[in-house]
């Protein structure tokens, strides 16, 4: 199986590599468009600032790569969040995958949402069979809101979207490559598909 991991100027993409070669796993780091078409499966990882990523990911011409992906697609973190339609961080205009905002925490709370808390599963594909009390590491200041979409969900301040789905598109908040065995459950889940 072949696994692309897209490239853009996000932190995080490399632990997310060493935790697919931990599973077996050597996917390929690419920016390019024929690359990622050709791969059996597609990550979208990454930390960092929505406005700046999208603007990578246009000049690149990955924007209307990734909305147009058939194969298995998962987005963790803020890769979640730029498979929305917008994000207030950077008043950003996302990729629209899904018909959802993403919007910041209140301010007058302590954000960014940072460390260990559990998830509550509804439905989909990505999380079935996750022990019911399974704890994820999240560090974000930024949240997708609840959705038809949703199949995960946490309350940080307020209740928020953890999971995605639509058709072939999956998407996670919390950082599976950092959340050990239940973010391996997760990835491993996503590779069966």
Not at 53 to 79: F, H, S, W
Not at 118 to 135: E, F, I, N, P
Not at 169 to 183: C, N, T
């Amino acid at each position: 199986m072949s696994v692309a991991v897209i490239k853009y100027n996000a932190g995080n993409i490399y632990s997310v590599i060493y935790a697919l070669q931990r599973l077996g796993i050597e996917p390929l780091l690419t920016d390019t468009p024929e690359e990622i078409r050709q791969a059996d499966k597609v990550i979208f990882p990454g930390q960092g600032e929505a406005s700046s990523a999208m603007r990578y990911l246009r000049d690149k011409g990955l924007d209307e790569v990734i909305k147009n992906l058939t194969q298995p697609v998962l987005g963790i973190c803020v890769g979640l969040q730029l498979m929305c339609r917008y994000s207030e961080e950077g008043d950003a205009e996302c990729l629209g995958i899904f018909d959802v905002d993403v919007k910041r925490f209140p301010p007058n709370q302590k954000v960014p949402h940072m460390g260990w808390n559990d998830v509550k599963v509804d439905g989909g594909t990505l999380c079935q069979g996750l022990r019911s009390d399974a704890y994820l590491y999240y560090v974000h200041s930024y949240y997708a809101e609840l959705s038809e979409f949703t199949t995960a969900t946490n309350e940080y301040i307020l209740p928020y979207s953890v999971a995605l789905e639509k058709d072939n598109f999956y998407a996670i908040q919390p950082h599976l490559e950092k959340s050990g065995k239940d973010g391996e459950f997760i990835l491993k889940n996503f590779l069966a598909l």
